[in-house]
């Protein structure tokens, strides 16, 4: 297992399982990360999981991911909508990015409803919870088997 996925998460993700149970569940990060690692392992791939509430550490990260990972998923949670510097960091990558969003953006509040990262990403994953994490690192790696080597 060489290749290294990067898997992202933006403001107040380490408050899940505490923060609105009703709208993002009683899962924790920590289960997010156990659910991350599994998948990246079923699929060849290693897990590199972080969390920051700071938006200079996430483009930090990102620029990173350009040179030490083979694809990012990425939960901006809040800097979703108002991160330019996260949007121009995400725009130098080559390789896939998935955005997740554990509850559906286009049903919430109009200030949640639009993304700028996905302007960035190759695709994105809102709605489903969790799961979307799961089906984040599926895509990715999809997306890297369909690359001639």
């Known amino acids: 297992m060489s290749a290294t996925i990067y898997i992202l998460n933006g403001p107040n993700l380490n408050l899940l399982g505490v923060r609105e149970p009703h709208l993002y569940g009683a899962t924790t990060l920590a289960q997010v990360e156990q659910l991350c690692r599994g998948v990246a392992a079923e699929l060849a791939l290693r897990?590199?999981?972080?969390?920051?509430?700071?938006?200079?550490v996430m483009v930090d990260w990102v620029q990173e991911a350009r040179e030490k990972a083979v694809g990012v998923v990425i939960n901006p949670a809040g800097l979703s909508f108002r991160s330019i510097p996260l949007l121009d960091a995400l725009k130098t990558l080559h390789q896939p990015i998935a955005e997740v969003h554990?509850?559906?953006?286009?049903?919430?509040?109009?200030?949640?409803?639009?993304?700028?990262?996905?302007?960035?990403?190759?695709?994105?994953?809102?709605?489903?919870?969790?799961?979307?994490?799961?089906?984040?690192?599926?895509?990715?790696a999809h997306q890297l088997a369909a690359v001639p080597a």
């Open 47 to 56: 897990c590199e999981f972080r969390q920051t509430n700071h938006e200079g």
């Open 102 to 140: 554990v509850t559906n953006i286009h049903r919430r509040d109009e200030l949640y409803q639009k993304s700028l990262v996905s302007l960035a990403a190759t695709g994105v994953i809102c709605g489903f919870g969790v799961h979307g994490y799961d089906m984040a690192i599926r895509a990715v």
